[in-house]
């Protein structure tokens, strides 16, 4: 099976720029999460979606956003970029999403914004 | 809330030695517990986990780690480490029905040599 894919890899914005990042699960699974990675703050949870539906969303503002599609892939969204927004997102999947599933992690898009 | 918490930033052992990455968490509910390892430019990777039964969980490159419900820690441990595992490895743990893994802040195991 494939793995976790995200695009771009890498993307370089500016202050006040929106951009939207992308995320395909492995086949079958119905979950997906995505995490901010910053050397600052490490590993925070943004949100998680099941069945097209957000079922949890991280301490972050409105200006972050995702949705979820009916064949599972997800897409995150952030308007009016911060220079603090520049981090590596993560996005995983899993087949339920609860407590006990293995979550897969795709690679990761680095952002920078200047 | 639920946290967890990776008491070295930095760990740096010489190839053979052995290690231990420590890791406690707090939390309300029962907790599965998790370690994730991340290669340079790359995403996390499941190391191994715990779900429930025996306490000591083994992953398949000879790292191991024990729930210890006492003292609320997930240690993980390997009694010889080799130059390629050399990574940042986090803890992490998920319960509640929140549909949320929650990392510790992460601990850079480097293997000198």
């Known amino acids: 099976k494939a793995g976790v894919t995200q695009t771009p890899r890498y993307l370089i914005k500016t202050r006040g720029q929106q951009v939207t990042l992308s995320c395909s699960p492995i086949s079958g699974h119905r979950s997906v999460s995505w995490y901010q990675q910053t050397p600052g703050q490490g590993l925070q949870f943004l949100f998680e979606y099941f069945s097209e539906t957000q079922r949890n969303k991280g301490n972050f503002p409105g200006r972050f956003s995702g949705r979820q599609f009916s064949n599972s892939r997800s897409e995150m969204n952030v308007s009016t970029l911060e220079l603090g927004d520049s981090a590596l997102y993560l996005c995983a999947s899993s087949l339920q999403g609860d407590g006990i599933d293995t979550q897969y992690f795709g690679p990761g898009t680095r952002l920078t914004v200047l | 809330a639920q946290s967890v918490t990776q008491l070295d930033s930095q760990v740096p052992v010489f190839e053979e030695a052995p290690v231990e990455l420590r890791c406690n968490y707090s939390?309300?509910?029962?907790?599965?517990l998790f370690w994730y390892v991340q290669y340079p430019n790359q995403g996390l990777q499941l190391l191994l986990k715990?779900?429930?039964?025996?306490?000591l969980v083994e992953s398949i490159n000879g790292f191991e780690a024990e729930f210890n419900k006492s003292q609320t820690s997930f240690h993980l441990r390997k009694p010889s480490v080799h130059i390629s595992d050399t990574a940042e490895y986090f803890c992490?743990?998920?319960?509640?029905?929140?549909?949320?893994?929650?990392f510790g802040k992460g601990t850079l195991l480097t293997v000198n040599p």
């Open positions: 992490a743990l998920s319960g509640g029905s929140n549909y949320k893994l929650t």
């Open positions: 715990y779900l429930s039964g025996s306490t």
């Open positions: 939390s309300s509910v029962s907790v599965y």
